[in-house]
């Protein structure tokens, strides 16, 4: 006669083998309920695995979704992407709203491994993407601070990066970010962070432009890109440089209307490389930013070997600075 079999839990976890990831599916544009953009963002929570929501509606081209919340904090890896949208060719479909949510951000991500595609996000009081405490985070194709057919309708600041490691905003697809009340990036590290916190990529965005490149009539917001406290940065790339314009221009001239400001204790090794800095993606139209770069200020400490442009010879490395009321 043959023992009786036993399966111990270990075995039991081996046999059906580690969790796999989901795809959930918005189909409906309401504010709740099944098939709810807040719906699936609570499905993709409670599911282990970096889960994929992708959204799919019938009708027509542009989608608008009107929040009278915030959104559940992002607390578990995932792909939030509107580039399924049926005619979707780069520019977003789908429009989040948060006029009506009182307090809040459009999403806030304490998740690693997530990424968000091809959305319109404007009108929220506080970021459009806040990241916090995050790491191997991607934002692409989005337009924050501009709605589907390019008018201006600002959040209470653009992206917010917190104390993370290795978010890329615009490496898969360029964003256009802007008009926002505050800064339309902001990479800030915690103080004292040892070793700081860093090694983001902004590369490939208009910021503080319309989505062509080109002005704003009323300006593009307060300030481009500000790194507080934040190291190893880099703010264009080889061949992928960004157009940081039009910051201060319904604002008084000043530091906080900068197209690049770097301060704060612990921002150090920061290259900033291939921008248009000032002027249009041509480097011909002037679109002016109160001040162009500003590294340091008011006695506020900031680290060594920030660098702007890499090698002048090499017009992939250098950036053009021009057009601004200050250097």
């Known amino acids: 006669m043959n023992a009786p079999r036993t399966v111990t839990a270990l075995g039991l976890l081996l046999f059906l083998g580690p969790a ?23 499905q993709a929570n409670a599911s282990a695995g970096v889960d994929t929501i992708e959204f799919q509606f019938a009708g027509s081209a542009p989608w608008q979704i009107f929040l009278s919340s915030a959104l559940p904090t992002i607390t578990e890896g995932v792909s939030i992407d509107a580039s399924t949208v049926p005619g979707y060719a780069g520019d977003p479909l789908v429009q989040l ?108 965005n208009y910021i503080g432009t319309r989505p062509d490149g080109s002005a704003f009539s009323i300006g593009g917001g307060s300030s481009g890109v500000v790194v507080n406290g934040s190291a190893e940065n880099s703010i264009g790339t080889e061949g992928r440089g960004n157009v940081i314009s039009g910051h201060g221009t319904d604002h008084a001239v000043s530091s906080a209307t900068a197209g690049i400001r770097i301060i704060g204790e612990g921002s150090v090794d920061n290259v900033i490389v291939d921008n248009m800095i000032g002027v249009g993606p041509g480097g011909m139209q002037a679109n002016g930013n109160g001040v162009g770069v500003i590294i340091g200020l008011g006695g506020i400490a900031v680290q060594s070997n920030n660098i702007v442009g890499l090698d002048g010879t090499n017009p992939d490395t250098r950036n053009v600075i021009s057009g601004n009321a200050l250097a």
Do not use: M
């Open 20 to 42: 796999s990831a989901a795809t959930f599916t918005v189909n409906s544009t309401a504010d709740s309920g099944s098939g709810t953009l807040r719906e699936v963002i609570n």
């Open 97 to 204: 709203s948060g006029n009506s949510i009182g307090s809040g951000h459009g999403f806030h991500i304490t998740a690693s491994n997530t990424s968000i595609k091809g959305l319109s996000l404007i009108n929220f009081p506080g970021d459009a993407i806040h990241i916090e405490n995050a790491a191997e985070s991607f934002v692409d194709e989005c337009w924050i601070g501009v709605t589907t057919t390019g008018q201006r309708a600002g959040n209470g600041a653009g992206i917010h990066v917190l104390e993370s490691n290795a978010v890329y905003i615009g490496s898969d697809g360029r964003n256009v970010i802007t008009g926002n009340l505050g800064h339309n990036i902001e990479l800030e590290g915690g103080l004292g962070s040892s070793p700081p916190v860093g090694g983001h990529v902004i590369e490939n």
